[in-house]
């Protein structure tokens, strides 16, 4: 093989590894994602969940929301 054809084969070499590197951070970055998806799923849920709570909790009690009622030392 002369120089330009190992040159070219040696940056197509390059070029495959820079793929095959790129196509793994691909495939984990796309990993993180779903995962995160399921956790701020599961995230929401949970504050749904404690905001019909604490409206209940209101509801039944009728106090004041503690977002409108003054801190203690004032």
Known sequence: MDKQGNREAE?????????AHLTRVTDDLSAIVARQEGEILRLARRVGALMEREAEREVEGGTIPLADQRPPHW
């Open 11 to 19: 940056r197509i070499l390059r070029l495959e590894e820079a793929v």
